[in-house]
C-alpha cells in the first residue's frame, strides 16, 4: 500500500474533520497526519482498527504456541482425544 497519497497535515484535518472521518470509513486506508512535517500520528476507521486487533491477539496465540511447543510443553493427539472421550461418556 502507497501512504504518499494518505498524508495530511493536522490543519487539514481539523479544517475537513467530517470529510476525514466518511474518507477513512469508505477508503479504509489509514491516515498519516503530521504535525510541523513530521508524522506525528495515524487514523484508521474504526472495522480497520478492530480487525487489525484480531489479527494481533492471533498472532500472539501463535506465537506463544510455538513458544510451548520448543520448551517441549505438548499433549500427544492421543492423550488429548482420550480425555474428550471420557468427558463425553461421563456427562
Given at each position: ?20 472521518l ?44 510455538s ?25
Open positions: 500500500m502507497r501512504y504518499s497519497r494518505q498524508i495530511k497535515s493536522i490543519s487539514y484535518l481539523k479544517a475537513n474533520a467530517a470529510d476525514v466518511r474518507e477513512l470509513e469508505e477508503q479504509r486506508k489509514p491516515l498519516i497526519i503530521t504535525q510541523n512535517g513530521e508524522a506525528k500520528a495515524v487514523l484508521q476507521d474504526v472495522a480497520s482498527y478492530e480487525e487489525t486487533q484480531e489479527t494481533l491477539a492471533l498472532l500472539k496465540i501463535l506465537a506463544l504456541g513458544q510451548q511447543v520448543e520448551r517441549g510443553e505438548v499433549t500427544p493427539v492421543s492423550e488429548v482425544a482420550k480425555r474428550l472421550r471420557s468427558k463425553a461418556t461421563a456427562a
